[in-house]
């Protein structure tokens, strides 16, 4: 992880902004990282602090990385060393080379074009101190973090927006439309931060910094050059896994015990699977970590540790990183993530950083991802096979007997026109969901929160084309970088690299490159590429299980509505003075008073449980930055 700062023209001097050591405490608040250090100049300052992972990362002799007039800082990881290697002139063998050494290469050989030839998660910062400039990149989809300040005396950037709360001469302020956003859950943006000043460099971006001036580009495109072609090939198959496995191997790279979440489901079940294949016997090199929380879901992911020989299995029955949260928790949390959570998995997965923890593992690897591309349910491609002339094809998708797939083909080209381009089913769910949140009017109004609320209900309904729905639709939500974040910086926090295999660009391409009948088989089966590359590998009553469904939820129910109550009126009494002006206190109060007289209400109060979370997390945030 890193933090910088580029000062412009008559600006204060460097130490005028932030003490090194301050900076470099902030980016490991929990634990010591292996090396650490810091370069600066009359205008510059980078600090850079990392934990070992990789053979090459025992390599680093110091941080950040010096040559010449550069100044490299660099977090992640290059799944593409030996192409890199091949391309560039390196002082030393690539086994001896950290991934900051091939970044510096590939910069002195291809500047401003390097990002694009990496494959890998990353953000990186490349600070010129003659001629006074800066490069920042972020990788394709954004699992590295990267936040920056265009302050107007210079550029001020880190890993984690924590970092840049400890200046000297200048603080961020809090954004009122952040904060409505976050009370009804709109808060994530590919952008846009908590704070006024903060931004994110977005996934697949870069920017170059000189004379004061801002050049922002996206560098990386996602191709939509799959052919029209309505016939499956094996081949294409066969093309798919050499990817897939290609990614795992490429991934795996680590001197030190590996880490798999394995929920069941034919994601995780996906890593798991292939890090035992490629392991061979895995022993003590490789750990399970799931949640059972419902009643089918232990069998599932043992069947794919026993089938991987994983001999380390830690199945988790309750989500205690979530229920047991005190103030002291999120205060803590907050020194990481520098403000609230935005996607529950960050802190709800504590319980898997602890045991990482415990056995000395590093690398925890993720199924997450999967849903948005390469294990999509491909619900467009009968649309889209029906605009293209490939009736055959869609029928062949459908369900039952010819009469009936043509009926029920009919049937949707029909639905699909009248839904007026919403998603019914979310339309319906976020009419009911709207009334029970607790903003005042004038709030609601001022940032005209109720249509843009409502206008995430469209969803999927405006796309007709299955790429179109993922490079222009699922690609471009903002919960998807947001989860990468939060959940990034929450495992680095413990000494843990977080890998997402199903996320690395080179194996969405291919899928994107995929002629679409790939992805869905006979009788509408979703995720039909990925279920015959996995197969042989993944146990197949996991890569052919149909639905989602894992059975009733057995772990007990926090939903106390004493506790709930409790907490309300605890929000109620403890109201940030920002929050107090936002907050609809009579409806509050009112569903309080409900609540205790007739219980919590699982269909009206669904939101009830989120809006609780929020404004705890809001009122630790806000209640903090006063304090400091």
Known sequence: MFAGLLCFENAPPVEAWVEPETWISSLYPRCKPDVSGFQRDQRSLLVEADIFNT??????????????????????????????????????????????????????????????????????????????????????????????????????????????LKLKNARPTPDPAWIARYVIGQSKSQDRTAYNEIMKLPGGHAMSVSDGKYALRRYHQWRDDAPDIFTRDPARVEAYRAVLEETMRSQMVSDYTLGTENSGGIDSATITAYLGKFLGVPGDRLHSFGFALSAEEPAYILETSQAASIAHNHINTSHYGYAVYSTDQMQEDLQILGYPEEHGNATSHRPFYDQCRTYGIRTLFSGYGGDEVVTNYANHI?????????????????KGNLPMRIYRLLRRIYAERKNAGYNPNFLTAWRERWPEQPLRDEIVERYDLQREYMETARYDAVHRKHNDWIISGLLKMA????????????????????????WDKRLVQQYLSTPIIERAGPGGMGRYLHRRAITGTVPDRVAWKRSKYMGERQSPSMRDTGELVASMKQIDADLHPMLVDMIDRDKWRTKIERIEAGGFDDIRDFQTMRHIHALQWLNAWLHGLSVA
Not at 122 to 139: G, N, P, V
Not at 383 to 398: P, Q, S, T
Not at 483 to 492: D, F, G, H, I
Request: aromatic letters at 12%; hydrophobic letters at 45%.
């Open 479 to 502: 919960y998807v970088p947001t989860r990468l974040e939060n959940c990034t910086l929450m495992a680095a926090s413990y000494g843990i690299d977080y890998r997402w295999p199903l």
């Open 382 to 398: 009968q649309r889209e096979l029906v605009d293209k002339g490939a009736y055959k094809a869609a029928i062949d998708l459908m």
């Open 55 to 164: 053979p090459s990362s025992h390599h680093i002799d110091a941080v950040p990385l010096v040559a010449g007039r550069f100044r490299v800082a660099f977090w992640g990881r290059l799944d593409n060393r030996d192409e890199l290697a091949a391309q560039l002139a390196l002082d030393r063998p690539l086994d001896e080379t950290p991934d900051a050494r091939l970044v510096l290469a590939g910069w002195l050989e291809w500047g401003e074009d390097l990002p694009e030839r990496l494959a890998g998660d990353f953000a990186l910062a490349i600070i010129d101190s003659e001629k006074q400039t800066a490069f920042l990149a972020r990788d394709p989809v954004g699992v590295k973090p990267f936040y920056y300040w265009p302050h107007e005396k210079g550029l001020i950037f880190a890993s984690t927006p924590a970092a840049l």
